[in-house]
């Protein structure tokens, strides 16, 4: 009888073993399922981004025609490119985002000071263009932000943050726009003309 008891016993630990490990392997694979969510989130939004960016130059060489002495805004667009093409961390990318959405709202305005570039068709093709891909820049945006607040709750709540913490894994950054972003910058046509 005793030998019996102890068997049991053995046998249960052994199976409570087992089903914290399967619990274990189980929570982090979660953990991992979800880290590729993110990345394939942000993927989408990088190739979003670059497809914005790919637009931007025949958008600015039908504009040049027009409003060929506007370099201001022309090398805004420029510069905002190149730190888009630098841009890695989703903080710096964001940021990117930021500056070549205000170069871009630039340039789009010159439609008040040069009507005739309304009436251009590579303009209108390239602006439809340029409006669709910031909608699919804006839903990828928040895509990316619901599979970050989904797997930084699955690694900051217990009981998963334990096995997080023992995978090394840390929550990720949101995407999100600047303080700056968010306000509308102000551009000048009136003096700059020559």
């Known amino acids: 009888m005793e030998f019996i008891k102890k068997n049991s016993i053995v ?3 052994i199976g409570v073993l087992v089903v914290i490990i399967i619990a274990f392997f189980s929570i982090g694979n979660g953990i991992v399922k979800e880290e590729n ?15 914005r960016n790919d637009l931007i ?31 890695e961390s989703v903080t710096d990318k964001a940021a990117a985002n930021d500056q070549v959405s205000s170069a871009l709202n630039g340039l789009l305005r010159l439609q008040v000071s040069y009507p005739d570039i309304k009436a251009d068709k590579q303009f ?9 891909t910031e909608n699919r820049i804006a839903v990828a945006r928040t895509r990316y932000n619901d599979v970050v607040k989904t797997y930084n709750n699955k690694v900051t709540l217990f009981p998963t943050s334990i096995v997080a913490g023992m995978r090394g894994a840390t929550k ?17 046509f009136g003096n700059d003309k020559k």
């Open 172 to 188: 990720k950054e949101f995407f999100k726009a600047s303080e700056s972003a968010k306000n509308t910058p102000s551009v000048d």
């Open 11 to 13: 046998v249960g630990i």
């Open 37 to 51: 969510s993110v990345d394939s989130a942000f993927a989408d939004i990088d190739a979003q981004l670059q497809r």
């Open 57 to 87: 130059p025949n958008l600015v060489s039908t504009v040049k025609g027009y409003a060929a002495h506007e370099e201001k805004i022309f090398t805004a667009i420029s510069t905002a490119q190149s730190a888009m093409t630098k841009a």
């Open 124 to 132: 209108t093709q390239l602006a439809d263009e340029l409006a669709g």
